[in-house]
Structures are given as structure tokens and as C-alpha cells.
């Protein structure tokens, strides 16, 4: 039965994803004062963005296997253009900028092209990390952060096993080319998020934890990534608490704790630290979060965009930020990542909808 259900759930989301019944920006609820408007619309799959030297956003497109610039050049807060910069690539997720190139994480491999400005062509595509593993949970999320490290999420083949393969659930660092290649962290199951606390310069982390433990187990957590350290998949889940089948309650108390535990099944995917100066000041510093949503909850949970408070550097409250792609049962949108513009706005992307929505501060 709990097979079936998971069939029917797929197939249902399959669906709707590709004949969605979509939000409009005047469905999103917000704080006071806060507005939002659609900043680029009818992508296909748009998953996570990067904004790049010359300050232009990028956006990953899964479903037609692209990388798209999407200018602002008359800085009234919606897209001019869409620029295809990079075709053919194999369910892209992840993007960064580092120094003069573009990298984009593949199912299969990490590549770079060489970056000159958002008008001219990229480089010719480089492979820096071939043979990924593949299947299951298969998005790639890169991030340059700590020593100009290049850090690389890969998620478990499963929702509850041994994975063979060792760079499976983990965390990976390597150097900008691609070269020594080390485990930094691992018994993550799924960490689609990264982002660089820019007061720390440490790592931080969503993870979504696994299914079929009821609809509120086992918490999502909000990680922060430490070299050598196990955060507890697939033999436990939150504060070192054994899994029902795979638990060791002697290893799981030798586990990292989460940071921060949010509801199960929200589906936490891209994270970011607002560094702007448009929103107020009690913003400033603080942890936004996109719920991607539940599959398989009785009661679906997440599709909305989170604020967690941070204070000396650690999470201290979560709250609402932009809500109203889930209304009752029905999914109108899934935001799936999070980016500061240039401007200070913060802009959201909607793989459902196909769209990237811009929330800004009207004092």
C-alpha cells in the first residue's frame, strides 16, 4: 500500500507540474509594507539562480535543460530579455559564479564555461567533475565558500538504505578545477541547499528528511556543515534519535545535531542570508528558506518561503515569510530557490509555475 500511494503521489505531481494551475503574484501573502511582482515568467522548470559579475540573474531551467539570463536592464524589478546562455545539459540544477567562469551542476557531472559578460556567448563547456552519481535523489547544488573551496551536495539513491557509493548523501569539497576531491561531511540525505553564513564564512544547510514516519516525522533541519562530521542519515534523524530500522543508539549519540528542526515534509530546498539593505533592518542577517512542499503528507505542508531569525550566528525562531501557493489542497506553485537581487529585493523561483517572482520593501 505505502508503494502505491507513493506511485500515485508521483504521478499526481508529475502532472500538475507540467498542466499547472498557477499562482499570481497578488495570491502571495506578506509582511506589511513587503510587495511582490513577477520578475521573469513562463521558464520552464526554473530552479536555482545566481547572479552573475556583471550583476544579471541566472536561472537553471530542469525541464528544458538550460541556463538563462534574464537582464534588468531599465531597473524596473521585471526581466527585459531571456538569454539562453547554455542548452543541452542533463537536468540542470545547481549554479555558481566563480572569478571569470560559470558552473553548473549536471545530474551526472559538474561543468564550467569561461564567463566574459551576460551579452556574449560562454565559453566552450567543461567538464570538471564527471561521473556523479546518478538516480534517486539526482539534483546537484554547488557553492564556492570556505579556503575558495568548491562544495558539492549529493543525495542519497534512496529514502532509507546503505548506499554503496560513498560520496552518496554527502558533501563534497573540491578546488575550482575540479581536483582533490574529499568527503567533507556526510549522512545527509538530501541537502539541496548551501549557502555561506557571511558573517562566519561557515556553511550552512537544508535536509530533507525521509518518508513514511507519519506526517510529523522526522523534522527537516537547517545544518551547519563541520569538515569529518556524520549528521546522522540513515541511522537517525534530529537530535540523534535512532530510526525505527536502521537506528544504532550508540552511533547516533557520535552525530552532529541539526541547528534548526522546521516541519516534516516542508521539502526545504534554497536558502539564503538576506545581505540587502532594502528590507529593515531587523532582516538584515537573517535566514530565508524555500519550501519546496510536501508529496505525501495527509495534510500537505510547506509551498511558501520561511524567515528564520538568527541571532550571534545561530537560528532562534521561524516565521512566514511569503505564503499562498497552497490553498487547501490545491498547489499552485513549489518555490525552490532563493536569491538576494542586486537591488536588495529577494527573488523567489517556482518550478511549478514556471515563474521567478520579486518581493521588495515599500517604506
Known amino acids: 500500500m505505502e508503494s502505491i500511494t507513493k506511485i500515485i503521489s508521483i504521478i499526481f505531481l508529475f502532472i500538475s507540474s507540467y498542466f499547472p494551475s498557477c499562482a499570481d503574484a497578488n495570491d502571495i501573502k506578506l509582511p506589511p509594507n513587503f510587495n511582490i511582482n513577477t520578475y521573469a515568467e513562463k521558464l520552464k522548470g526554473p530552479r536555482f539562480m545566481a547572479l552573475s559579475p556583471d550583476n544579471v540573474v541566472f536561472v537553471t531551467e530542469i525541464r528544458s535543460g538550460q541556463v538563462i539570463a534574464l537582464p534588468d536592464t531599465d531597473n524596473n524589478g521585471k526581466a527585459d ?3 539562453i546562455k547554455a542548452k543541452n545539459l542533463r537536468s540542470p540544477h545547481g549554479i555558481a559564479f566563480y572569478k571569470d567562469w560559470l558552473y553548473v551542476g549536471e545530474s551526472n557531472q559538474i561543468v564550467r564555461y569561461k564567463y566574459f559578460d551576460y551579452k556574449n556567448d560562454l ?7 564527471p561521473n556523479l552519481p546518478r538516480g534517486g535523489h539526482s539534483t546537484k547544488t554547488i557553492l564556492f565558500g570556505m579556503y575558495n573551496k568548491l562544495y558539492l551536495s549529493i543525495g542519497s539513491s534512496c529514502n532509507i ?6 560520496r552518496r548523501a554527502s558533501i563534497m569539497q573540491f578546488n575550482p578545477d575540479g581536483s582533490e576531491g574529499k568527503i567533507y ?4 540525505k538530501n541537502s539541496v541547499g548551501l549557502a555561506l553564513n557571511p558573517k562566519t564564512n561557515q556553511l550552512w544547510a537544508s535536509d530533507n528528511g525521509i518518508d513514511w514516519l507519519g506526517d510529523n516525522l522526522p523534522p ?3 545544518n551547519i556543515i563541520k569538515e569529518g562530521k556524520h549528521y546522522g542519515w540513515p541511522f537517525c534523524y ?20 541539526p541547528a534548526f528542526e522546521m516541519q516534516a515534509h516542508s521539502a526545504p530546498l534554497g536558502l539564503t542570508f538576506y545581505t540587502g539593505s532594502q528590507f529593515p533592518k531587523e532582516f538584515h542577517g537573517d535566514l530565508f528558506v524555500a519550501f519546496h512542499g510536501s508529496w505525501n503528507r495527509s495534510v500537505p505542508t510547506g509551498y511558501k ?3 528564520i531569525k538568527i541571532k550571534d550566528n545561530k537560528p532562534i525562531s521561524i516565521e512566514d515569510f511569503a505564503s499562498g501557493w497552497l490553498k487547501g489542497t490545491t498547489r499552485t506553485g513549489r518555490p525552490v530557490d532563493v536569491l538576494v537581487n542586486i537591488d536588495g529585493s529577494l527573488l523567489v523561483s517556482d518550478d511549478k509555475g514556471g515563474k521567478i517572482y520579486r518581493i521588495y520593501y515599500d517604506k
Open 185 to 188: 561531511a556526510e549522512g545527509l
Open 81 to 83: 530579455k531571456y538569454l
Open 161 to 166: 538504505c546503505k548506499e554503496k557509493d560513498q
Open 123 to 129: 565559453g566552450e563547456k567543461e567538464i570538471v567533475i
Open 305 to 307: 518561503v520561511v524567515r
Open 220 to 222: 527537516e533541519e537547517i
Open 238 to 257: 534530529g537530535d540523534k534519535i535512532p530510526d525505527p530500522k536502521m537506528g544504532d543508539p550508540i552511533f547516533c549519540n557520535n552525530t552532529e545535531p
